[in-house]
């Protein structure tokens, strides 16, 4: 099993370009969530889906967009991406029954 | 909202040395977790409390949650540079499984 699994890993991008994050399971989870962790900040939820077809809004969803595509895959979408999203972002997911949750390697992404 | 504090924010010890992190939550836990993040890397899940006065071990670490206190420390003893890394803890903050997370412990283990 991989687990979860990140696309891309690094990635730079111009101001107002936009690209989607990619993230998937394999643990069967119905839960994937979205965080971004920054310098003295710590690890902020995004956007999370608690099942398939339901998403919501974490504690800082501002200027991102996401898709549960099916019960494996979560993307992320940057529309126009800002310097103040250079960050790097993980995706996570957890079972049903607990609150345990398996955490992608993430990706680093540079806006500049 | 739940806030998590934890301290210290960096410690830097001699390998072999005992060590202690804390979890303090502005709200009644019912749910702690205990994560590691090497640089650069994701997080992997150490350990998960929900009891008061609960206590798990793995290997050389511990970790206890204290209700009353809204508290949770972890215990390494007799470090060594393996352990070096970020320590978070992250605890539930509703349903839907949601974890709040603390900004993290910063432990170099110095050889």
């Known amino acids: 099993n991989a687990g979860v699994t990140q696309t891309p890993k690094f990635q730079v991008l111009k101001t107002g370009q936009s690209m989607t994050l990619q993230c998937a399971q394999d643990m069967n989870h119905n839960s994937m969530y979205w965080y971004r962790q920054d310098p003295g900040m710590g690890l902020r939820l995004i956007y999370y889906?608690?099942?398939?077809?339901?998403?919501d809004k974490g504690e800082v969803p501002n200027g991102y967009n996401v898709s549960r595509l099916n019960k494996r895959e979560f993307s992320l979408r940057l529309e126009s991406a800002a310097p103040s999203q250079t960050s790097v972002y993980f995706c996570a997911s957890s079972g049903r029954t607990g609150g345990e949750q398996f955490f992608g390697p993430g990706t680093r992404l540079t806006v500049l | 909202s739940q806030e998590l504090e934890q301290s210290p924010q960096s410690l830097i010890v001699q390998e072999g040395k005992n060590l202690t992190i804390n979890c303090t939550s502005s709200?009644?836990?019912?749910?702690l977790y205990w994560y590691k993040q090497k640089y650069g890397e994701g997080l992997i899940f150490l350990m998960m409390l929900q009891k008061g006065g609960e206590e798990k071990s793995h290997e050389k670490i511990t970790a206890k949650l204290d209700e009353k206190k809204q508290q949770s420390s972890l215990h390494i003893t007799a470090s060594q540079p393996s352990h070096a890394g970020i320590y978070l803890c992250?605890?539930?903050?509703?349903?839907?499984?949601?974890?709040?997370f603390g900004k993290g412990t910063l432990l170099t283990v110095n050889p």
């Open positions: 889906s608690a099942s398939e077809g339901t998403t």
């Open positions: 992250g605890a539930e903050a509703g349903s839907n499984y949601k974890l709040t």
């Open positions: 709200k009644t836990l019912y749910g």
